[in-house]
Nanobody, 120 residues
Framework: QLQMVESGGGLVQAGGSLRLSCETS????????MSWHRQAPGKERELVAA???????QYADSVKGRFTISRDNAKDTVYLQMNNLKPEETAVYYC??????????????WGQGTQVTVST
């Protein structure tokens, strides 16, 4: 059974940095596309960054140049390095796993979320 443990959230001042981690187990990590999403109070969940099995990355326009997504297949972990954080980026950050099921498509798994709070 796939399990995910997110960590690295916390309170940081504007302009500061945080590094989120999402460690998985019970899955063949190297075969999964991974992504980070966030949801602020009263807003819809949005994609922040995604990384495919070949490590190609995509970013929301708002975080380009400040955030970096990476993966370590040896540790079954995906990371999100967040620099120059802004108060409006206060949100719960979620890790998502897209696990291929062969001809049956893809299964989505979501982490429990980690709170990121950016103070002014």
């Amino acid at each position: 059974q796939l399990q995910m443990v997110e960590s690295g959230g916390g309170l940081v001042q504007a302009g500061g940095s945080l590094r989120l981690s999402c460690e998985t187990s019970g899955t063949i990590f190297s075969r999964n596309d991974m992504s980070w999403h966030r949801q602020a109070p009263g807003k819809e969940r949005e994609l922040v960054a995604a990384i495919s099995v070949d490590s190609s990355a995509q970013y929301a326009d708002s975080v380009k140049g400040r955030f970096t997504i990476s993966r370590d297949n040896a540790k079954d972990t995906v990371y999100l390095q967040m620099n120059n954080l802004k108060p409006e980026e206060t949100a719960v950050y979620y890790c998502r796993v897209e696990e291929p099921q062969g001809r049956c498509g893809v299964l989505d798994y979501w982490g429990q979320g980690t709170q990121v709070t950016v103070s002014t």
